[in-house]
DNA sequence: CTGAAAGCGCTTACAG
DNA sequence: CTGAAAGCGCTTACAG
């Protein structure tokens, strides 16, 4: 059985009463052509409605138009923002977009990496758990097989690599700032799983840098799983103590947004018992109630510069690692408040 | 210029002392093979690292392995839930999946399917605005272009056609009688903008059947974009009229949140002074303060089942139309509470 | 059970 | 400026 019949090439230069080979130069706009038979040739791909066969390119270019986007979840909208604006800048260059996500799987990377890699796509945008770590096998497959591909969200690129992302360390600093303006001397930090983000190591470090570079006490970090709907014995423990923090930061609005959730089911509100600030600027967050004060990442400009770099580097307009450090702000919003008076805080 | 060197099926063969023919009836199980030839050529495929080159498989049998989703928008969860079903799915069967979203233009719908059709997708999986309307184009793209697709969402199936959705108009009535139950007797709806969701249609009949049913005044009905942070004048004017209703039903659940968000700020308090339903079920509405009362879909297995029965068209197992009717339940939430008596009203 | 050959739909040197 | 031909990497009747 052979393919079901669809106008192909041979349609098209018999209908212009040219050869194959002038149909394609002519529509590719490849090669000189005559004015006339351009004009006759288009004219019978339109009338036909000829779309060439991209696997019959493929095979001869050796290139898919394709290419493939890897995140650990699009159920977080802050990677749904992102492929938007992936698939708009990809759209316009004229490639797909195939996307595959790992469900915060460490382990699953490289198996879909490699799955992507057989089904022939011209590049891959992605972000991994650990950009940096030896094992990050997704990665090394890719430098392998000779893969481009662009880093988004991870800060690290390798030697050969290409990442668009933001500098993490200084937005959280930002965040701890704006807790510790508003008051807050008792801080705490909510992450997610650290093995699953390298982005969250980085938001730490500036976490406890700016807690520290404030005279503040070491603010406690509990870490959550990122797909369970609750955030574990150490999240509860810590805010039901005597001394509970007064401000949070949370590594992402997602988690933010149970941690407001858990801290009402332990009788306490936000903001007036405990300030919270999350971290990604996903828009659910501004429809809240108290909305969420957050660091605002660029997701949309982010894909599409992730785009741009990777269609570079597939056109291999530009070699060597290659790095955008885009910018994030802050965004005030009622989860945070001013610190309780010492006299309401047991 | 030539692919890029990957090992091809020649490689597989002369490592493995057989013609190309065998190596392919080997790898791909298919004919017969003597066993010990098998092993060898598995062999020689694996110490190689051979992965077939899709865009040659794809030219000889006509098929991609790869399907095109379109959605209205990812970043609204109850999509990205639905699509990591289809995935899933997609990935055991070994198909790749291709994302497009419209943004909720219903125009750009043809042009996106269109493309996809170019892309020599195998099939694809979409939610249309209007899956009825004549000017569904995009539909009549697929049924003229012969191509195998299954609507998500939508209800209504045509007559060569595959839907899986859920039974809209019955889980709008349960919304409705959620609230009446709670004592609601002035009930109002908060849709988008009908024109680019047949599915709210439907939720709207059955949500006004039940008031109707319930002996109440018609439900006054307002709608929304779907992609603007504000709910309009219409829906500002609703509440702060003296008889404002004190139900509300939101078509979806992101509209709710923009509700709810809109109702604290007009100064009345969910649920005490207003209770609000969503419809959809996304995993954030259990985290929000107040949690969302809502109408729960089956997001993630009717992604599953939309890919299962696209496969059965794609592999022309079953022709015919077909429907899935998934069941829905309404989950409980903060958001819903009893009507304030009479004298809180004003 | 296995191989030689044809052919899927393109692009691209190479002649002319 | 245009065409004939080769070939990209597979699958699949057809012989043997």
Redesign the pocket.
Known sequence: ??????????D??ARA????????????A?????????ERVRAAAKELG?????????????RSRVIGVMVPSLRNPVFADALAGVERAAKAAGYGVIVASCGYEPDREAEIVESLIAQRVDGLILTVADAAAAAADALSRLAEAGMPYALLYNEIARADGTAVGIDNAAAARSAAKALIEAGHRRLAMLAGDFAASDRQIRRREGFLAAASAAGLAPPVVVSAGFSEAQLGPAFAALFRAPTRPTGLFCATDMLAFKAIRELRDFGLAVPRDVSVVGFDGIGIGEWMSPSLATIVQPNGEMGETAFAFLEDRIEKRIEGPRTATLAFHFRQGESLGPAPTEGDTP
């Open positions: 059985m052979q393919a079901r019949s669809q106008t192909t090439i041979h098209v230069a009463g040219v050869s194959i080979a002038t149909v394609s130069r002519s529509l590719n490849t090669g000189v052509t005559n004015a006339e038979t351009l000829f779309r060439p066969n991209p696997a019959g390119r493929a095979l001869k270019t050796a």
